[in-house]
């Protein structure tokens, strides 16, 4: 009877296999219990609202010390942390209220949970008991959450245990420069940062912030960017959110979820965007609407998520690796002089860190990301689960060496505690005049004019468009950062 069971089982994991091998998702897939699930891989992997914590690396504690040189400078480019949502999705709560009630009843009442890969009762009773936090209201968005405080306190503590001759405990605001955009989120993660560093009541200053911030924020002043519409008919977003492969996923998780119909992308996308922030609020805790999704649909949407940052801030767009040629520069005049200060920190938004990975050339895949190779780009570099999660953070340090008579000066770039392996340097250590060399272009441009080439320089829609647009593009830029 087992042995007969066992085989059914076998044969059923084959059938499984072939179809994931044919169809690149899972079709015919066992009873998933989330609760169970020890592993839970679906909340490693949720693009640019993933936890810190989840995909920091531990690679620094051994790549820090380099042989013979000693660190000198250091300038970091940090997003904010964990933050809560937008006003938008706050006022959905009540939405999102319906649907559990509507997937209760579905199991309940109904009688319409599907006959294989339902959800498990344990999934289904969490689901139950599910609460809207009343004490989120819609005047609190985007704020700092108190593990967002904890990530920051967490980067600053971590960089001053590897770097205690840099980033001394001692503040002083020629030695240090801080500045963060005018955001509440931006600013508690500053306070976050600062305090970690140098105790609380440490009168650490931030800069001014000017009426434009073209520095941290180039994004918003630069309108054929801001028009660039990557979302219409032809985009690839747009080709992915109409393709087979996400109305299966949709239909995959209604079925699931009891429904006798699939359920609005809008509906699916906000339960899914529940299950996000709840993961990243409480890192040790699972957020009840995770199990809603199993491990490959979530690698369906991380892929969605991943294409339009691709184009929107990513290599996509050519646009993308302008925008940030202040930064750039600030960051290299930095690196450069043997003049106070020694510390660079901004605070700022996840556009921000996108565009300057982009602008530097870092984890640039070899063929572009379209609506029809999730499959092949599986592997991609451009992963914004890794690059830019919450309190995601560029950090660049430079060193002073002896050894060698020719390059004493190097450099190494820290992405979210790992190395950038590019591939001019030698497993992250990079020769700084090479660093110069490969950097001109933007070294030695003016910014003014290159950060947002005008309309004309690069395709931009016409300019009817323009004022359509540019409202989408509002409302767009409102959920990306
Ligand atoms: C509810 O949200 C508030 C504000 O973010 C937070 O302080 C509190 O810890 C949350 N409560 C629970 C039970 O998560
Ligand atoms: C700040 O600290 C640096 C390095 O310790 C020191 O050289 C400088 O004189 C200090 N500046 C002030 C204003 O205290
Ligand atoms: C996806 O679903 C939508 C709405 O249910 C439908 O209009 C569209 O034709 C479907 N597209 C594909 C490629 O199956
Ligand atoms: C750095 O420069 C030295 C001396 O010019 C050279 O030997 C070495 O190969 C360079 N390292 C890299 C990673 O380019």
Not at 105 to 130: F, G, H, S
């Amino acid at each position: 009877m087992v042995i007969k069971y066992l085989k059914v089982m076998k044969f059923f994991m084959i059938l499984n296999a072939l179809f994931i091998t044919l169809f690149g998702h899972t079709v015919a897939q066992f009873d998933y219990c989330f609760g169970k699930d020890t592993e839970r891989s679906q909340t490693r992997q949720f693009a640019t609202k993933t936890a810190y914590q989840i995909i920091k690396g531990t690679n620094i504690d051994k790549q820090y010390l380099v042989p013979h040189c000693l660190p000198q400078k250091i300038w970091i480019f940090h997003r904010h942390g964990t933050r809560l949502p937008s006003r938008n999705t706050i006022e959905k709560a009540t939405r999102l209220e319906k649907l559990r009630d509507a997937i209760v009843k579905n199991y309940r009442v109904l009688r319409t949970a599907p006959v294989t890969n339902a959800l498990c009762q344990e999934d289904l009773i969490a689901l139950q008991m599910w609460k809207w936090n009343s004490s989120i209201t819609p005047d609190m968005e985007e704020y700092l959450t108190s593990q967002g405080y904890e990530d920051l306190r967490g980067t600053a503590r971590h960089y001053q245990k590897l770097y205690p001759s840099v980033l001394t405990k001692e503040y002083n605001n020629t030695y240090y420069i801080f500045r963060h955009t005018d955001t509440q989120r931006t600013t508690e993660s500053f306070k976050a940062f600062t305090d970690s560093l140098f105790g609380v009541n440490n009168g650490a200053v931030a800069e001014q912030i000017p009426e434009k911030d073209k520095l941290l924020r180039p994004y918003d002043y630069c309108e054929p960017w801001s028009v660039n519409n990557n979302e219409n008919e032809n985009s690839e977003i747009y080709k992915y959110k109409h393709s087979v492969l996400w109305n299966d996923t949709l239909t995959e998780i209604s079925t699931r979820l009891g429904f006798q119909y699939t359920l609005e992308s809008k509906d699916i996308e906000l339960m899914y965007d529940m299950c996000r922030y709840e993961q990243a609020w409480q890192v040790d805790r699972t957020s009840v609407w995770c199990g809603a999704f199993t491990p490959s649909q979530v690698t369906v949407f991380e892929y969605g998520d991943d294409l339009r940052y691709y184009y929107k801030l990513g290599y996509g767009s050519d646009i993308n690796a302008h925008l940030n040629c202040r930064i750039v520069q600030n960051m290299i005049e930095h690196l450069n002089s043997n003049a106070l200060p020694n510390v660079q920190v901004y605070f700022a938004h996840s556009a921000g860190l996108q565009t300057l990975l982009t602008t530097l050339g870092i984890n640039k895949d070899d063929r572009p990301l379209t609506a029809n190779n999730y499959q092949s780009m599986s592997e991609r570099k451009w992963k914004t689960s890794n690059i830019d999660p919450f309190a995601g953070n560029f950090v660049a340090v430079k060193y002073e060496c002896n050894i060698e008579p020719i390059e004493k000066e190097k450099v190494i770039f820290f992405l979210n505690q790992n190395a950038v392996d590019l591939d001019w340097c030698h497993v992250g250590l990079c020769n700084w005049s090479e660093v110069l060399q490969r950097y001109e272009h933007i070294i030695n441009t003016d910014c003014n004019s290159y950060y947002c080439p005008g309309v004309g320089a690069l395709t931009v829609k016409p300019i009817s468009f323009v004022i359509i647009l540019s409202m989408s593009a509002i409302i767009y830029l409102i959920n990306l950062i």
